[in-house]
């Protein structure tokens, strides 16, 4: 061994580091380090080999220039995790300030997930995943770190009314699909149930026939059916299927989840629908009615439902009977159904037909009553003369319907309804729902058919009309309206009279114009036609009396004078007697007047009494109503 003193330090120093090797040799040890190390890339996931463990990290080796370190506590799912190992991770960094290599297996296993999601979705194949917590609509499930949305209606092929059952489950998924702006993965488990279901639901419907019984299980409920799962294949029971009785909503008589037993009615292959019943696995309940229930006997039940027409009666679940709104009352004017029976009601009722065969019956309910009109009394109650208190029930051009008892009408005619006003429709004098005071004036009881009047109540007042209104008298009248024809006047106490154009010329030429209020003089009165003709110009064209008598004796002189020379011509009267004739004709005249005028002032009293007592009536009468 040379001795280290006489070593040549300056030589040494002089060629530097490394100064010794040749080319070559320096070429080989490059080669031989390069072998040793690999070349990284930044964002990419390789494998590397654990060289060490600490407290706070693991020391892995992946082959750089320097060994790289990840937080232990990223390595929480692998407890064993030992020396020798191989793990994945994500490279971060090359090199950070510190001239340190940064790894991270979080981020490797992300984007491991990431490649197993987007591969499951291209090939069509299942993954597992742990259902983390339920949300708004569905399930977050955890798919190799992952959070995938698991909708509601995807988790089976029911419906799901409790999700969180499912929540800390292992559950088997297939993507759907998947969001790349917004990192979103949408994963379903009912397409793996469905495609167990298939060769299931195919074997079912290949054996399905009518008829057929089966059990299934309702998995949904609806106003007017029923879904039943009969394993694989959905079948609707209707509500009008699941009793004979009648009920409102399939949940009074069955639950969710409930297994039941039906029997297929009808399906359809191609659209694959499949229509059940649950009542038809049990005896009709016609077949089970008491033999005594027969045309004429007397029935209970219960109002079911209420028709404008009528009205149905159960008499046992299954069993019903039509009540025709005209078999509720002896009435011939319809009403509604709800004005005598509501639903719920428990009545009784007649048979009014049955069949047996068609199972359908018919009943009533206003013949557990007497016909009003085969009552005994029915002849002297409704009497012609008696007076009686109605209900105006419908009104017609013709006249009005009044009810004196339920199944009693009578008719009034429209010219029987007011002795003075032309009532040209009911409609002007009462209403439907008014009561009428009405006396009968014809009675048919096998024809059903009473005439009844309400003028007739009164005295006729135009036996006093004429000794008012007689031909001559003047009164003054109101023009209520005017047309071509004439003018309708309205007269004292309410009675209307008539003038022709000719009649309504004033005295200064012009016409007398609607709403003005004149005096008018009677020219005809007519009690059997109850009509009254005025007229204004009268009053001031018309003679004197003198003057008619002077042209009465003019047309009686030419006969005087016109007599035989020969024959001895009569005595001419004095002049005293002349006087006294006339006299005795003024006076006659005067006596007339007085007399009429007499009538007349009666007449007027009678008439204002009449109209007196009306008013007060009229008056007395919303107190008694009250």
Same mark, same amino acid.
């Given at each position: 061994?040379?001795?280290?003193?006489?070593?040549?330090?300056?030589?040494?120093?002089?060629?530097?580091?490394?100064?010794?090797?040749?080319?070559?040799?320096?070429?080989?040890?490059?080669?031989?380090?390069?072998?040793?190390?690999?070349?990284?890339?930044?964002?990419?996931?390789?494998?590397?080999?654990?060289?060490?463990?600490?407290?706070?990290?693991?020391?892995?080796?992946?082959?750089?220039?320097?060994?790289?370190?990840?937080?232990?506590?990223?390595?929480?799912?692998?407890?064993?995790?030992?020396?020798?190992?191989?793990?994945?991770?994500?490279?971060?960094?090359?090199?950070?300030?510190?001239?340190?290599?940064?790894?991270?297996?979080?981020?490797?296993?992300?984007?491991?997930?990431?490649?197993?999601?987007?591969?499951?979705?291209?090939?069509?194949?299942?993954?597992?995943?742990?259902?983390?917590?339920?949300?708004?609509?569905?399930?977050?499930?955890?798919?190799?770190?992952?959070?995938?949305?698991?909708?509601?209606?995807?988790?089976?092929?029911?419906?799901?009314?409790?999700? +969180? &059952?499912?929540? !800390? @489950?292992?559950?088997?998924?297939?993507? /759907?699909?998947?969001?790349?702006?917004?990192? =979103? $993965? %949408? #994963?379903?488990?009912?397409?793996?149930?469905?495609?167990?279901?298939?060769?299931?639901?195919?074997?079912?419907?290949?054996?399905?026939?009518?008829?057929?019984?089966?059990?299934?299980?309702?998995?949904?409920?609806?106003?007017?059916?029923?879904?039943?799962?009969?394993?694989?294949?959905?079948?609707?029971?209707?509500?009008? +299927? &699941?009793?004979? !009785? @009648?009920?409102?909503?399939?949940?009074? /008589?069955?639950?969710?989840?409930?297994?039941? =037993? $039906? %029997? #297929?009615?009808?399906?359809?292959?191609?659209?694959?629908?499949?229509?059940?019943?649950?009542?038809?696995?049990?005896?009709?309940?016609?077949?089970?009615?008491?033999?005594?229930?027969?045309?004429?006997?007397?029935?209970?039940?219960?109002?079911?439902?209420?028709?404008?027409?009528?009205?149905?009666?159960?008499?046992?679940?299954?069993?019903?009977?039509?009540?025709?709104?005209?078999?509720?009352?002896?009435?011939?004017?319809?009403?509604?159904?709800?004005?005598?029976?509501?639903?719920?009601?428990?009545?009784?009722?007649?048979?009014?037909?049955?069949?047996?065969?068609?199972?359908?019956?018919?009943?009533?309910?206003?013949?557990?009553?007497?016909?009003?009109?085969?009552?005994?009394?029915?002849?002297?109650?409704?009497?012609?003369?008696?007076?009686?208190?109605?209900?105006?029930?419908?009104?017609?051009?013709?006249?009005?319907?009044?009810?004196?008892?339920?199944?009693?009408?009578?008719?009034?005619?429209?010219?029987?309804?007011?002795?003075?006003?032309?009532?040209?429709?009911?409609?002007?004098?009462?209403?439907?729902?008014?009561?009428?005071?009405?006396?009968?004036?014809?009675?048919?009881?096998?024809?059903?058919?009473?005439?009844?009047?309400?003028?007739?109540?009164?005295?006729?007042?135009?036996?006093?009309?004429?000794?008012?209104?007689?031909?001559?008298?003047?009164?003054?009248?109101?023009?209520?309206?005017?047309?071509?024809?004439?003018?309708?006047?309205?007269?004292?106490?309410?009675?209307?009279?008539?003038?022709?154009?000719?009649?309504?010329?004033?005295?200064?030429?012009?016409?007398?114009?609607?709403?003005?209020?004149?005096?008018?003089?009677?020219?005809?009165?007519?009690?059997?036609?109850?009509?009254?003709?005025?007229?204004?110009?009268?009053?001031?064209?018309?003679?004197?009396?003198?003057?008619?008598?002077?042209?009465?004796?003019?047309?009686?002189?030419?006969?005087?004078?016109?007599?035989?020379?020969?024959?001895?011509?009569?005595?001419?009267?004095?002049?005293?007697?002349?006087?006294?004739?006339?006299?005795?004709?003024?006076?006659?005249?005067?006596?007339?007047?007085?007399?009429?005028?007499?009538?007349?002032?009666?007449?007027?009293?009678?008439?204002?009494?009449?109209?007196?007592?009306?008013?007060?009536?009229?008056?007395?009468?919303?107190?008694?109503?009250?």
């Amino acid at each position: 061994m040379a001795n280290v003193d006489d070593f040549n330090w300056d030589q040494f120093e002089s060629q530097g580091f490394g100064g010794s090797y040749s080319a070559a040799q320096r070429a080989e040890l490059e080669q031989m380090y390069a072998d040793t190390l690999n070349t990284v890339q930044e964002e990419e996931v390789i494998k590397g080999t654990v060289v060490g463990i600490t407290d706070r990290d693991v020391i892995l080796n992946i082959g750089f220039k320097s060994d790289g370190l990840v937080p232990v506590s990223e390595f929480r799912d692998m407890p064993d995790l030992k020396i020798g190992d191989e793990v994945e991770v994500f490279i971060e960094d090359q090199e950070d300030p510190n001239g340190q290599l940064i790894l991270s297996r979080k981020k490797a296993k992300i984007v491991k997930a990431w490649e197993m999601i987007y591969g499951a979705l291209e090939n069509d194949t299942v993954l597992e995943g742990v259902v983390k917590r339920r949300t708004k609509g569905g399930l977050i499930t955890d798919l190799y770190g992952v959070e995938a949305f698991l909708p509601g209606s995807q988790i089976d092929v029911k419906p799901i009314r409790d999700f +969180d &059952i499912y929540v !800390g @489950r292992k559950m088997e998924v297939k993507v /759907v699909k998947i969001n790349a702006a917004f990192d =979103n $993965v %949408v #994963v379903s488990h009912k397409v793996l149930i469905e495609k167990d279901l298939e060769q299931q639901r195919a074997a079912i419907l290949n054996n399905l026939e009518k008829g057929q019984v089966l059990e299934g299980v309702i998995k949904n409920m609806t106003n007017f059916g029923v879904f039943i799962d009969l394993g694989g294949v959905d079948g609707l029971l209707h509500i009008t +299927d &699941i009793s004979w !009785g @009648r009920i409102n909503h399939p949940q009074e /008589v069955l639950e969710l989840d409930q297994k039941v =037993n $039906v %029997v #297929v009615l009808d399906f359809d292959d191609d659209k694959k629908r499949i229509s059940l019943g649950m009542k038809q696995l049990t005896a009709h309940p016609w077949d089970a009615l008491p033999a005594e229930v027969e045309v004429g006997s007397r029935v209970k039940g219960k109002i079911v439902n209420v028709a404008d027409y009528g009205a149905f009666l159960e008499l046992m679940p299954g069993v019903e009977g039509l009540i025709h709104v005209s078999e509720m009352s002896w009435s011939q004017h319809l009403r509604n159904p709800q004005d005598f029976i509501k639903q719920g009601d428990e009545i009784e009722a007649v048979v009014l037909t049955m069949d047996r065969n068609d199972r359908k019956m018919s009943l009533g309910i206003k013949q557990l009553t007497e016909d009003p009109w085969t009552k005994e009394d029915v002849l002297t109650k409704y009497a012609v003369g008696t007076k009686h208190t109605g209900v105006v029930r419908n009104l017609t051009n013709f006249g009005l319907f009044i009810e004196l008892e339920e199944g009693v009408d009578g008719l009034v005619h429209v010219s029987d309804l007011s002795w003075t006003k032309k009532i040209k429709h009911p409609s002007e004098f009462v209403k439907v729902g008014d009561k009428l005071d009405v006396v009968v004036l014809e009675l048919d009881a096998s024809a059903r058919r009473l005439a009844l009047g309400h003028k007739q109540l009164e005295e006729n007042p135009w036996d006093t009309f004429a000794t008012v209104f007689n031909v001559g008298s003047t009164h003054k009248a109101t023009v209520l309206e005017k047309s071509d024809r004439g003018a309708t006047l309205e007269l004292p106490y309410g009675i209307e009279g008539f003038s022709f154009p000719k009649g309504l010329t004033k005295e200064d030429g012009s016409a007398v114009e609607a709403g003005e209020q004149v005096e008018f003089k009677v020219t005809e009165f007519s009690k059997e036609d109850r009509k009254i003709i005025l007229s204004h110009t009268a009053m001031h064209t018309a003679q004197p009396e003198d003057a008619k008598r002077k042209k009465f004796e003019k047309k009686d002189a030419p006969a005087a004078a016109g007599a035989p020379k020969a024959a001895a011509a009569p005595t001419a009267p004095k002049k005293d007697e002349v006087r006294s004739t006339l006299g005795d004709l003024d006076a006659l005249s005067a006596l007339k007047d007085q007399m009429m005028e007499s009538e007349k002032e009666a007449g007027e009293k009678k008439l204002a009494a009449a109209a007196q007592a009306r008013a007060d009536k009229s008056t007395d009468a919303p107190e008694s109503a009250e």
